[in-house]
């Protein structure tokens, strides 16, 4: 059987962490910022995470 390629569109976005855990990006942060208020904004600063119920179709098309 061949190896199964990986989705490179899953590989630019997501990054496994050291805890098995999956990091992404935020949704609505790439332009047209100033509809948004601050608090919106400086909350998608921090760090997110895939959900649960995604973690092993994200790793299936990363690996």
Same mark, same amino acid.
């Given at each position: 059987?061949?190896?199964?390629?990986?989705?490179?569109?899953?590989?630019?976005?997501?990054?496994?962490?050291?805890?098995?855990?999956?990091? $992404?990006?935020?949704?609505?942060?790439?332009?047209?910022?100033? /509809?948004? +208020?601050? %608090?919106? $904004?400086?909350?998608?600063?921090?760090?997110?995470?895939?959900? /649960?119920? +995604?973690? %092993?179709?994200?790793?299936?098309?990363?690996?």
């Amino acid at each position: 059987m061949p190896k199964m390629k990986s989705v490179k569109g899953a590989v630019k976005r997501f990054k496994v962490k050291k805890n098995g855990q999956i990091k $992404r990006g935020t949704a609505f942060r790439s332009h047209i910022l100033t /509809k948004q +208020d601050a %608090k919106t $904004r400086r909350k998608q600063h921090a760090p997110k995470v895939v959900a /649960k119920a +995604d973690e %092993k179709n994200i790793k299936d098309m990363i690996n």
